[in-house]
């Protein structure tokens, strides 16, 4: 059975990226040499609520490449994938080519 995780309000479902252990000669590169702490968004919530009762769109969208903080989130494991889930605004920026 697949399932499929529809984050609520101003959350945002992300896959974190993971720099490549080695180089494509075979040299493997040490845990500090890690790139920026970044992921893609896979999915995002509705948003929030002002007082009024109108809607607040989160700031990114599906498919996006973003920055994320080095702590906070929340972990959840769909099947063999792990993802993380952070509120719209402890994202740092998306980043573009």
């Keep these: ?24 000669s075979g040299i493997l590169l040490p845990e500090t040499s890690a790139k920026l702490n970044s992921g ?12 009024l009762g109108e809607n607040i769109p989160t700031s990114v969208k599906e498919g996006e490449t973003v920055l994320l903080p080095e702590y906070g989130g929340t972990t959840v494991k769909l099947g063999e994938k792990e993802y993380h889930l952070y509120r719209d605004e402890d994202i740092l920026g998306t980043l573009h080519d």
């Design 1 to 24: 059975m697949a399932k499929r995780l529809i984050p609520l309000l101003n959350r945002v479902l992300v896959e974190k990226i993971v720099a490549p252990a080695k180089t494509t």
């Design 40 to 51: 893609k968004v896979v999915a995002v919530g509705p948003g929030l609520r002002n007082k």
